[in-house]
């Protein structure tokens, strides 16, 4: 089920008579499917297009059709139904319940629940477009404007009547739209909200030839989780990773890259940011002068010489740019031995603001695994944060760049 603004909200639709009362029906169903409740009146020119039996099927609710029903009056009088829901849904308003809005007719239970009502009021016209033309029609849709109703629609096109023009009913997700605008609780704004973040994952490629190449065992999947956990927090994220196995998380920007100069370039391009991870494990090294062919041996046993040359520092360029340097700017490392003297280091040598330290000594698990154990170095000092999947970690980090953000 989507939950959003309309959740516990109460409905009434009025489905009045016209060809588009079937669109009536999926209405209900996206309401409910919102977590709505929906309680329906159908008017004596409704039923003709819809039958009661289904829309109560819909709404899972009895459907109210009659104004002088003394089961109806009894059980739900009309003054009830119109105080008891937060919104009236007029859908579709035809040129008939149009007029008896207009004027302050009540002569049947739909006309008489909207002249009592005292909650606000959407309607959506629907009619043959001559009729919708008419000046009386453009008279009574003004005064229905004027005494402080809301319209939706109608639309332009086909009409049932095989004519062309406006009239149309306008679609159940644009009046479920309307009625969220109307009623509807506005989503909480979400802390990182505006914040933009760029966060690297992975391992990077480095070629040794048009075939071969270095590598190392980094998954992604700690990098990964992070940028997905920062954009449910609501930053825009730009993911810039190496190659790997994951789906992309939802909501992120993936800028797939695969050497070291690459990740470099990328993530220069997607500057500026206001938060960077660098969470991708980077080769240290590239090879010196790439094989443009694929390398052969050459029949003396011996194997070629590699040479290498140091890859750029990605953490250090960014943490030490002149004029730009995104305000909080966050490093892993993943070190076999003294894990936070080392990681304690690395914060001062790279010149980032906080270092992710975690032990990744072979029998950890951590390369490639689902877990992690880390330390979070700041300023402040050193966390311990217990073993958690990667993605508690990635969650509890991304809580934590919030609180950055949040207390300043
Ligand atoms: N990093 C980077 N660019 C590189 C190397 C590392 O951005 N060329 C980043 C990593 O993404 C990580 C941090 O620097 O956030 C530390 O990576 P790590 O491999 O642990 O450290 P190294 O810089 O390789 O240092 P050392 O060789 O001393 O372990």
């Given amino acids: 089920m989507q939950t959003d603004g309309l959740s516990g909200k109460h409905i009434l639709l009025i489905i009045s008579g016209g060809i588009a009362a079937y669109k009536s029906l999926d209405l209900i169903r996206r309401l409910k499917e919102r977590g709505a409740g929906v309680r329906c009146v159908l008017t004596a020119g409704g039923a003709q297009f819809v039958t009661p039996l289904s829309v109560a099927a819909l709404s899972e609710e009895a459907v109210f059709q009659d104004l002088f029903s003394l089961k109806d009056e009894s059980e739900m009088g009309h003054i009830r139904l119109s105080r008891e829901a937060d919104v ?30 005292d909650k606000p009021v959407l309607f959506a016209p629907a009619m043959n477009t001559r009729m919708w033309d008419h000046p009386a029609t453009r008279r009574n849709f003004q005064t229905l404007l004027d005494d402080g109703l809301t319209a939706i629609g109608p639309g332009q096109g086909d009409l049932a009547c095989g004519e062309v023009g406006a009239g149309r009913m306008s679609e159940p997700l644009e009046i479920v739209a309307a009625i969220e605008a109307l009623i509807g609780d506005a989503a909480p704004e979400l802390p990182l909200q505006g914040r933009k973040a760029i966060v690297t994952s992975g391992p990077t490629h480095e070629a040794i030839d048009p075939v071969r190449y270095l590598a190392n065992r980094s998954s992604g999947k700690q990098g990964h989780a992070i940028a997905g956990a920062l954009a449910r927090l609501g930053a825009e994220v730009v993911l810039v990773a190496g190659p790997n196995n994951l789906a992309d998380p939802g909501g992120v920007t993936v800028r797939a890259i695969e050497s070291a100069a690459q990740m470099l370039a990328a993530c220069e391009a997607a500057l500026p940011a206001d938060i960077v991870v660098c969470a991708a494990a980077v080769a240290d090294w590239r090879v010196a002068g790439e094989a443009q062919q694929k390398m052969k041996k050459d029949g003396s046993g011996q194997p070629p010489a590699l040479a290498l040359v140091e890859n750029p520092d990605i953490l250090k360029t960014i943490s030490h740019l002149n004029g730009g340097r995104p305000e909080l700017v966050i490093g892993f490392a993943a070190e076999t031995e003294k894990v936070v003297q080392h990681a304690q280091s690395k914060l001062t040598r790279k010149g980032c603001d906080w270092i992710v330290a975690n032990d990744v000594g072979a029998g950890t698990g951590v390369m490639g695994g689902d877990d992690n154990t880390v330390h979070l170095i700041t300023a402040q000092g050193v966390e311990d944060w217990p073993t958690m999947a990667k993605d508690a970690v990635a969650v509890t980090l991304a809580e934590r760049i919030a609180d950055h953000f949040g207390s300043e």
């Fill in 88 to 117: 009236l849904v007029v859908a579709p308003a035809s040129a008939d319940l149009m007029a008896k809005m207009a004027a302050g007719l009540a002569d049947d239970l739909a006309s008489t629940i909207l002249l009592a009502t």
